[in-house]
């Protein structure tokens, strides 16, 4: 099992950025798939879900309205599109099965929002 995040940068509040995750090593299109968020001297938090088909989706009060998950199972990637980006935001972003499976982590990708 792997996933390879990116995306990531540094971006001015108010701004955009969309992050990639390609994963590879199990029945991708039969898992749902989440995003996750980990800010310095924070415990890692949730983000949003998509279902195994992306035709649900879900988001934490923090991500609703600005932010969007897809995916594509012919590519075994799912995106997360921030606009309205805030300084909170700044963290490293993570993609994976739901966090209680246990299953290994990427390297996560860096998104800073400062001016």
């Known amino acids: 099992v792997q996933f390879v995040e990116s995306g990531g940068g540094l971006v001015q509040p108010g701004g955009s950025l969309r992050l990639s995750c390609v994963a590879s090593?199990?029945?991708?299109?039969?898992?749902?798939m989440n995003w996750y968020r980990q800010a310095p001297g924070k415990e890692r938090e949730w983000v949003a879900m998509?279902?195994?088909?992306?035709?649900?989706?879900d988001y934490s009060d923090s991500a609703k309205g600005r932010f969007t998950i897809s995916r594509n199972n012919y590519e075994n990637t799912i995106y997360l599109q921030m606009n309205a980006l805030k300084p909170e935001d700044t963290a490293v972003y993570y993609c994976?099965?739901?966090?209680?499976?246990?299953?290994?982590w990427g390297q996560g990708t860096q998104v800073t929002v400062s001016s």
């Open positions: 994976n099965v739901p966090q209680s499976y246990g299953w290994p």
């Open positions: 090593g199990f029945a991708f299109g039969i898992y749902g």
């Open positions: 998509v279902g195994n088909r992306g035709d649900r989706t």
